[in-house]
């Protein structure tokens, strides 16, 4: 089962915030750098997507629609229901969690991976996770303004503000300037990369500390991770299934099924952090918990798939054995 070597990073950093939790005038600062690695982070986002990547993939449009309402309709209706799970199973905390972590959009680059591998749609699949980030830089916000506000009280005129500012701002001069940089961006993409998990480091430790200060941590017991577990594994056969026989119903080609299915059921934790961290501001330690389990649920569960997959294609596309060849053969002769 693969183990995301960055899980293990942000766990460590989840660590280092509940041993020496940024306090006084050290939080001030921090603070202060999170929201600019939030800005740099979009900021990146932008330069990287390619336009005409995006424009040509609209010919596939009814993948991408489909990839779409998974994403962003199907898998809140999903969180909505499970509001019947507080308080029995769920704490409320930790429900806002879920909701939120239904509303963030699709990964690229493990939905590109497990495309891949299981021979499926690359494509296809590098389009939908584009299109998909990039609708999430407004739908997200605005489902979570929809679904969230009302109930958490904390979403307000300053917060879209925040959100214009933080996210979307950088995200449209990144796209801006891509005609400028977007050589740069790509020799140098490995580096930025490290720029690119180092910032969402500093957003995790500095939202842990804000929790830890605050002493939300109490407000969790191991039963209610556990219940988290459970919720979120039944929200991922769920929507696994749901793009496997949708597509199908659809009437979808294999390869085109395969990219729907880990497009449109995996969420962006790279996207959904720094997003937590502008929504939620002191809840946002709490918030991400669920988005760091389930992204960790995902890669192990969609690993296996995709093996399979590969697979399957491979016994579709092997050569008849030998000796059903002479059979065959034989009959011919016979028959002639």
Known sequence: MPIDPYILLLLGTVGLAALFPARGPAAGVASGASTAAVALLFFLYGARLSTREAL???????LHVTVLACTFL????????????????????????????????????????????????????ICAGSFSSLVGIVATPLLAAS???????WFSADSLLKIVLQLLVPFLAGQLLRRWI?????????VLGLVDRGSILLVVYTAFSVGVVQGIWHQVSPARLGGLVVVEAAVLAVML????????????????????????????????????????????ALAVLPLMLFHQMQLIVCAVIAKWRAREAAEVSAPQPAAATRTAAGTGTRSG
Not at 56 to 62: A, C, E, N, T
Not at 147 to 152: N, R
Not at 182 to 190: D, Y
Request: proline share 5%.
């Open 56 to 62: 040509d993939g609209l010919r596939h449009w009814r």
């Open 147 to 153: 679904l969230l506000g009302g109930s958490g009280g």
């Open 182 to 190: 977007g050589g740069f961006v790509t020799r140098h993409k490995q």
């Open 74 to 125: 199907v898998f809140p209706l999903l969180g909505l229901a499970a509001r019947g799970l507080v308080p029995v199973i769920l704490t409320h905390p930790l429900y806002q969690g879920l909701l939120f972590l239904t509303l963030v959009p699709s990964t690229v680059q493990s939905s590109i991976a497990f495309t891949s591998m299981a021979r499926g749609n690359v494509p296809a699949a």
């Open 241 to 284: 299934l749901l793009t496997w026989y949708g597509g199908k119903a659809l009437r979808f080609g294999r390869e085109d099924r395969i990219a729907i299915q880990f497009a449109g059921s995996k969420k962006s934790l790279a996207a959904g952090l720094p997003m937590a961290s502008v929504l939620f501001g002191a809840q946002a």
